[in-house]
């Protein structure tokens, strides 16, 4: 029968802020966050992903909320084991009757330490993995966004994701220079905390921080200054209250984190041979990730670069499909020892 032919194999897009699995044949079919709740008496998992998300800021004192990711590594080990399981299991639910255990090609930024990728590796085997493979996230963004990264032309990808910003140049299937900075969408969502606490002294949480960056959050200048009702503890009183904020001061308060993005394009720029760099010019810088939804951005990263900047049509799933996609070469990926001596091969 043909349908025991049919191939297990998985990607994972493995990130800060959310996983998505990516099911060969069938495209990204999971995207959820990267969060655990955990009963810390009984040390038992009550929920992962979207039900987890939905309890952050309201559990009682014996569940906590994890993010078992920070910065694109793994900060609990256990845990982004037990999770990766849950969205594995659930990805290929429909297929539990095939015994056959996946291979995966699981994301990691291309900045990560030896012990790091090893962690990952080992994380994914104890979640289930027959084989796992680390693909570096620039390669697989730019995979996912249709860039001709097997061709003998420059290619620059800038994925902002919730932990890392990884910008690279990609030619004949592999990364000539790059740049991971731990400086990306929770960084843009701390800095919109910091400014109400300082200037309002309200305190709001991360959920409220991240409604407020995709709803009036911008770079650069302002074209239309919207204003949202946010509502928080007054650290003065301690009693709930409703303040409103303007499109501009919000755009104010991320000014540093958008500078270090800016700067990390401009850095792998300045490294990009001569050839390379003429290739992005007349192409472009592509953005992906999360990051690349914030209003003006593309804009801003234009001026600063004197270049063109466009965002790929699905900055969200860029990174999972390129990483699923990179399933095709799977073989190729068992001779190579790790992330760092990667190029890739076609």
């Known amino acids: 029968m043909g349908i025991f032919n049919f191939s297990q194999d998985i990607g994972i897009d493995l990130g800060t802020a959310n996983t998505l699995v990516f099911l060969k044949g069938k495209g990204v079919v999971l995207s959820e966050p990267s969060v655990v709740a955990r009963n810390k008496e009984i040390g038992e998992i009550e929920a992962v992903g979207r039900d987890a998300y939905n309890m952050i800021g309201r559990t009682p004192g014996n569940i906590s909320v994890i ?3 920070k910065d694109g590594v793994i900060a609990d080990y256990d845990t982004t084991a037990a999770m990766m ?3 594995i299991k659930k990805a290929m639910r429909k297929r539990a009757f095939l015994a056959k255990k996946p291979s995966i090609m699981v994301c990691v930024p291309s900045g990560i330490t030896m012990v790091e990728e090893r962690a990952v590796i080992d994380a994914t085997k104890q979640a289930g993995a027959k084989d796992a493979f680390p693909i570096a996230e620039p390669f697989a963004a730019a995979i996912g966004a249709g860039l001709p990264v097997w061709e003998p032309t420059g290619s620059m990808i800038v994925d902002i994701g919730g932990g890392t910003t990884e910008v690279a140049v990609i030619s004949l299937g592999g990364i000539v220079t790059s740049a991971s900075i731990r400086t990306a969408g929770d960084d ?3 800095a919109i905390t910091n400014h109400i606490r300082k200037t309002y002294s309200l305190m709001i949480g991360e959920r409220s921080a991240e409604a407020i960056k995709f709803e009036i959050g911008a770079a650069g200048t302002v074209k239309n200054n919207e204003e949202m009702e946010i509502r928080g503890r007054d650290l003065l009183t301690g009693l ?3 303040i409103a904020i303007t499109a ?4 104010g308060s991320l000014e540093d984190t958008i500078q270090s993005i800016i700067d990390a394009v401009k850095d792998t720029l300045e490294k990009t041979p001569p050839e390379l760099a003429a290739d992005i010019m007349d192409r472009g810088i592509v953005l992906s990730g999360g990051g690349a939804l914030l209003q003006n951005i593309d804009q801003v990263i234009s001026d600063e670069t004197k270049m063109p900047v466009f965002v790929t049509e699905d900055p969200l799933e860029s990174v ?3 990483t699923g996609k990179s399933l095709e070469y799977i073989e190729h990926f068992r001779s190579i020892p ?3 001596s990667r190029p890739t091969v076609k």
Do not use: C
């Not at 501009?248 to 755009?251: D, H, K």
């Open 240 to 242: 709930p209250k409703t």
């Open 248 to 251: 501009e001061e919000i755009a």
């Open 320 to 322: 999972a499909v390129g």
């Open 338 to 340: 790790n992330v760092s």
């Open 85 to 87: 399981k849950y969205y």
């Open 188 to 190: 843009m969502d701390e």
């Open 67 to 69: 993010r078992p990711m």
